[in-house]
């Protein structure tokens, strides 16, 4: 038993191998291999075009990969020999892009939804939960969050700062094992911004989820990360921990990007 818990727990939650990725005829991944353990918390940064936001949408299946494998805790994504390779038949596909949820940019709320039906309608057209267990799920997770009193407005009655509470939640109602965030504070004020960092470090405690964010606010990855990816043109580049990445980065594109002097080679 010991050690089929040891294998499990060594096995990492996302792995891509191999990963090519071209939009019009220019690559945007190129050979990419990463793998994230379970639990990781991964800040994903680069120049805009380095191919970061790319990653997400391949997991979410928004795009679909050009060669390469992806697999979610050693499940595969993609079957075929190499040079036919497709993705999973639907009915395959659903049951391993369950478990991935994502909080996109401007939010995608249901403008003509309340708060509670935002976050229960994805549970009940997944079949995950019937009517009532659905809202009863959406009134814990608004608590959880801190917006028990808003379940019945409507999203443009809500700041930024609170509609991105609800994405959250929205996301984690589908009781997903990794959340994907696409510049989850571009939209928000910077009070709000630390408010998003409490919260997705108490996700974190309390689930066990794990988190790819994309950002360009290097604080805030500095503060959310356990883990830095710095990318450029579809390769990392650089790959550690924040308090390294941030203060003594190896590569000359990450310090450059940084802002650090350059280092003679």
Do not use: W
Request: aromatic share 4%.
């Amino acid at each position: 038993m010991i050690i089929m818990e040891q294998i499990a727990a060594s096995r990492p939650m996302i792995q891509i191998s191999d990963v090519s990725k071209a939009f019009n005829g220019i690559s945007v991944l190129d050979g990419l291999n990463l793998e994230i353990p379970i639990g990781q918390k991964v800040a994903l940064l680069g120049p805009s075009g380095s191919g970061k936001t790319t990653i997400l949408r391949l997991l979410m299946t928004l795009e679909t990969i050009d060669a390469g494998q992806v697999r979610i805790e050693g499940v595969p994504m993609y079957e075929g020999a190499p040079d036919t390779r497709r993705l999973l038949p639907e009915g395959q596909l659903r049951a391993v892009r369950s478990r991935i949820g994502m909080v996109f940019q401007h939010f995608g709320l249901f403008p003509h939804l309340n708060v509670l039906n935002n976050i229960a309608l994805p549970q009940i057209l997944n079949g995950q939960a019937g009517k009532t267990e659905a809202e009863n799920r959406a009134h814990e997770l608004l608590q959880m969050v801190g917006l028990g009193e808003k379940a019945y407005l409507l999203p443009d009655q809500l700041s930024g700062g609170q509609k991105q509470r609800v994405a959250i939640a929205r996301a984690l109602a589908l009781q997903p094992d990794i959340l994907l965030f696409d510049e989850p504070t571009s939209a928000l004020d910077p009070q709000r911004v630390s408010e998003v960092l409490d919260l997705l470090n108490m996700i974190c405690r309390k689930t066990g989820t794990t988190m790819l964010l994309v950002t360009h606010e290097m604080e805030f990855a500095r503060q959310f990360a356990d883990r830095i990816l710095f990318f450029d043109h579809g390769q990392i580049v650089e790959d550690g921990a924040p308090d390294v990445v941030f203060t003594n980065p190896k590569d000359n594109r990450t310090r450059a990007f940084l802002g650090l002097p350059v280092i003679d080679v």
